[in-house]
């Protein structure tokens, strides 16, 4: 066995022994430890901010994305919606030791289903360093010890959140590896993570394509997926354009580097006259325009979609626009170029809606809403630690609640069986 191969098995086996004591930390123990991390967060917000800087000037070296830079960097907003997350996921309810079902047998038998921890998470990401603190407490709050693999791109800001969080939750009696962080930079070591499957339960990667496949095809254990956002926004015949303005703009230029951002617009044909007005805000703020025949008609500063336009997923200041025939055809197109994250569909029509909703395979649809409301902390998880397109175990923003299992305990008087 390699240093590395026994570092990185000695992080499991240390979170196995973590999983077991947190199975008997109560409540109040558990939002000790999150309160200790929002202080913390807050002594050194300054300090995280100035070490943040060291991993974007890394960035501009090595010159990645807009998108990735974007991800990456910490401002005091930034900062404080960390803190606010955790107030939130301070107040969630325990998701752990509930009755989610009970019922009697005839023959006496008394049958409850009770939420229980996962146990270890492995959580593998790139860029966003608040995942540091969002997956940490998420996991915790549902009793789950946490293995983190950050990626180089967020090395410093991520160590120095890393400790922090040790720091919080040991003082707050938590188990000493409650959270632990990789410490080595290379992407060798997650290989080894994906062989650990004697001690972690579940992966859940945060990454790009080429990371989520890569894990999706070497793991030894079970992945909860963040794949693609290639999000749509389709408005119908029956939109009030207004709103289906001020949806798309912010769909798209919120924070188009997010993996909740619309990526391509579809527009009802016989709607296809207002397509200029309901893209002129996105114009208006340099947004790239890559349209269909009809759309390229339109303006000459617009760009040819080709195939491959339809199943990018930008992450940047660009969008892809096509006139459509009516829902069935929106239904169509997003059903072949989806990536199952998130669409919207700007219509008043109820009848339209039901049935872009009964026959779109994504996890989330949203009705006359941007789509960066695609996030765990909209939808009152507290936060998230990614949105899952799988079907299992869970689907959509994966919060604390989602990081149980369960068991089913069995009372009775002495029983057998005939």
């Not at 912010?250 to 016989?270: F, H, Q, V, Y």
């Not at 919207?344 to 649809?365: D, G, L, P, W």
């Not at 998230?384 to 923003?397: A, C, F, N, Q």
């Given at each position: 066995m390699t240093d590395q191969e026994k570092i990185i098995n000695n992080l499991g086996i240390a979170a196995k022994k973590a999983a077991n004591e947190l199975s008997l930390i109560s409540e109040d123990e558990k939002n000790k430890a999150l309160n200790n991390l929002k202080k913390k967060i807050k002594l050194i917000s300054s300090e995280l901010i100035e070490i943040n800087k060291k991993d974007i000037e890394n960035a501009y070296t090595l010159k990645l994305s807009s998108s990735m830079i974007d991800r990456l960097t910490l401002t005091k907003d930034r900062v404080s919606n960390m803190i606010s997350s955790l107030d939130e996921i301070i107040n969630l309810n325990d998701p752990v030791g509930n009755v989610l079902s009970e019922w009697d047998r005839p023959n006496g038998l008394h049958i409850k289903k009770i939420s229980t921890p996962i146990g270890v998470i492995g959580i593998i990401f790139e860029s966003r360093p608040n995942v540091t603190v969002d997956a940490s407490a998420i996991a915790m709050k549902a009793g789950n010890a946490v293995i983190l693999r950050g990626g180089k791109d967020s090395f410093f800001t991520s160590q120095k959140l890393s400790a922090a969080i040790r720091e919080s939750f040991n003082s707050a009696g938590l188990p000493e590896n409650t959270v632990q962080m990789v410490p080595i930079p290379d992407r060798s070591a997650v290989d080894e993570i994906l062989k650990l499957d004697s001690y972690i339960d579940v992966i859940i990667p945060r990454g790009g394509k080429s990371l989520i496949e890569k894990i999706k095809e070497k793991s030894s254990i079970p992945v909860i997926k963040h794949l693609e956002g290639i999000c749509h926004v389709y408005v119908d015949k029956d939109a009030n354009l207004n709103v289906?303005?001020?949806?798309?703009?912010?769909?798209?230029?919120?924070?188009?580097?997010?993996?909740?951002?619309?990526?391509?617009?579809?527009?009802?044909?016989?709607?296809?006259?207002?397509?200029?007005?309901?893209?002129?805000?996105?114009?208006?703020?340099?947004?790239?325009?890559?349209?269909?025949?009809?759309?390229?008609?339109?303006?000459?500063?617009?760009?040819?979609?080709?195939?491959?336009?339809?199943?990018?997923?930008?992450?940047?200041?660009?969008?892809?626009?096509?006139?459509?025939?009516?829902?069935?055809?929106?239904?169509?197109?997003?059903?072949?170029?989806?990536?199952?994250?998130?669409?919207?569909?700007?219509?008043?029509?109820?009848?339209?809606?039901?049935?872009?909703?009964?026959?779109?395979?994504?996890?989330?649809?949203?009705?006359?809403?941007?789509?960066?409301?695609?996030?765990?902390?909209?939808?009152?998880?507290?936060?998230?630690?990614?949105?899952?397109?799988?079907?299992?175990?869970?689907?959509?923003?994966?919060?604390?609640?989602?990081?149980?299992?369960?068991?089913?305990?069995?009372?009775?008087?002495?029983?057998?069986?005939?």
């Open positions: 289906a303005k001020d949806v798309v703009f912010n769909s798209k230029m919120r924070r188009p580097g997010i993996c909740g951002a619309a990526e391509t617009l579809l527009i009802d044909s016989k709607i296809s006259n207002q397509t200029m007005p309901i893209i002129e805000k996105l114009v208006n703020s340099k947004c790239e325009i890559r349209g269909d025949d009809f759309v390229l008609s339109l303006n000459n500063n617009f760009k040819q979609a080709t195939e491959k336009d339809w199943e990018t997923e930008y992450l940047d200041s660009v969008i892809s626009v096509k006139i459509v025939d009516g829902v069935e055809g929106a239904i169509k197109h997003i059903n072949r170029f989806s990536s199952g994250h998130t669409e919207s569909i700007i219509t008043e029509n109820a009848e339209t809606f039901k049935k872009f909703y009964n026959q779109i395979n994504s996890a989330i649809i949203l009705q006359n809403a941007s789509t960066q409301f695609a996030d765990g902390g909209e939808f009152g998880f507290g936060a998230e630690i990614g949105i899952s397109t799988d079907k299992l175990h869970v689907r959509g923003p994966v919060g604390a609640e989602h990081l149980t299992s369960f068991k089913y305990v069995v009372h009775g008087n002495g029983q057998v069986r005939p």
